[in-house]
């Protein structure tokens, strides 16, 4: 079973990841109104994106981020599904600091 929690996390088989190699707007605190909206349009399209048949799961440098999510990326016939996030203006490219979706 896959829960989408917002872009960038989800549950599968009872584990808890965060995509590695983006970040999403916020649902639960955004900073703005169009924060929210991006990102729930952000957690439906990563939903349809995981919906779309079978994906793998690719290991990085670290392997929890401090709440114990897995820290992982997510790819489908070798290409990167938090690439396609970004493409789609739904993802900022992970630096190692958030970005601004507001203003």
């Known amino acids: 079973m896959t829960c989408v929690v917002d872009g960038d996390t989800f549950w599968l088989d009872g584990i808890n990841y965060r995509i590695s190699d983006i970040d999403t707007p916020e649902i639960s605190e955004p900073k703005c109104a169009s924060e929210r909206e991006l990102g729930e349009r952000a957690k439906y399209r990563l939903q349809s994106l995981l919906n779309g048949g ?22 489908r016939g070798g290409r990167s599904l ?22």
Do not use: T
């Open 82 to 103: 938090g690439a396609q996030l970004v493409d789609e203006g739904l993802a900022h490219r992970w630096f190692g600091f958030k970005q601004s979706w507001c203003g």
């Open 54 to 75: 079978a994906f793998g799961l690719k290991a990085g440098l670290r392997d929890e981020d401090k709440y114990g999510r897995k820290l992982r990326e997510v790819y």
